[in-house]
């Protein structure tokens, strides 16, 4: 395994810590992983810090993840902290265009003043089978 991923439950949200090397497959793992914790918490609040994965990432799999974040992380508000890679930002972008309620930081403050702003209801009984 290339990645290690530490899941922590804070007031209001998941704090997952990303450490490794950039490995798709073990990313979407690790989408599944978050989604049934926020799942089983009722949470709709992610903070995700990515800063130690080292890579950089292939295109085709930063599309491949912002594909996979949107259908499996929707109604999720989702922070990642992560390097800047590239002069774009084609994963937020692909999750963002397929309902996905992410934004890439590239810092851990400025990630969790957006993720903590506004009002946001627990997930339903329902929401969260």
């Known amino acids: 395994m290339n990645l290690s991923i530490d899941i922590q439950e804070d007031s209001d ?4 810590t990303v450490t490794g090397k950039w490995v798709t497959h073990e990313l979407e793992g690790f989408i599944d992983t978050a989604s049934s914790e926020l799942k089983k918490r009722r ?9 130690l994965v080292s890579g950089p990432p292939p295109e085709m799999d930063r599309y491949d ?8 992380l929707f109604r999720i508000k989702i922070a990642v902290v992560y390097r800047k890679v590239l002069a774009n930002n084609f994963f ?6 397929r309902g996905a ?5 590239p810092d851990k403050q400025t990630a969790l003043q957006w993720l903590m702003e506004g009002q946001i209801d627990k997930l339903s009984e329902d929401e969260s089978q």
């Open 92 to 97: 937020e972008d692909t999750a963002v265009n």
């Open 65 to 72: 993840i912002g594909k996979y974040i949107a259908s499996v």
């Open 13 to 16: 949200y998941l704090v997952c």
């Open 43 to 51: 949470c709709r609040r992610i903070l995700v810090d990515m800063s």
């Open 101 to 105: 309620w992410i934004k890439v930081f």
